[in-house]
């Protein structure tokens, strides 16, 4: 049963965080009321959800607490390869763990690319990347990338993936040509609130897209 709530164009200049710790409810109302006003956690990359990821319990908390969701796939640990195979694998499981939760198709699923093996070529990287936006696109989500260190890909090539949605991340990574960045992470060196995050800040690409959040405001709809 999908969550109670809609999904959304993010406005530009919306601060949100991302976090790899179970959030709250008072500690989702405590970001809430400082004025974040969305965050993203994290999707497992086995065929469950694991424990300190994402739950539906938490995701109802979030929402509750008047911040939007979205949600990130963890990444393997650095120097890991990437394949066909495994971006299909990786793939599919971040649909059927988003599904587990409760999220509605239409909103944004992130691939985390980042800790590429140096020995990997970048077509290895762009044979990952497309399987798994078609694992995550079929099963309707809508796939967004975010660009972390070691990715391999330099602009153009980022650029030529199918995807419509990326986040720059707080390392040194490539300038996205033509499209640029929707969101742009930011290193906060301190815990906020009691756990660690990083900040994102939202923003227009050049061709007038936008981050896909779910709000626990309205219906739910596609976008």
Known sequence: MSLYGSIQSAPANSRGFDADTVLS???AQQFAAQGYTFCLRYLSLGAEQDAGDLSSSEASDILASGLALMVVQHVDDPGWSPSQNTGQTNGNNAATNADSIGLPPGMNVWCDLEG??????????????????????AAGYVPGLYVGSDAVLTGSQLYDLPFQHYWQSCSEVPALPERGYQMVQTLVQAPVNGIGIDQDVTQTDSFGGQVLWLTGSGSTSGQ
């Open 116 to 137: 590429v093996a140096a020995s990997s070529t970048a077509q290895d990287v762009i044979n990952y990347c497309t399987a798994w936006y078609s694992a995550v696109s």
């Open 25 to 27: 409810s008072a500690t």
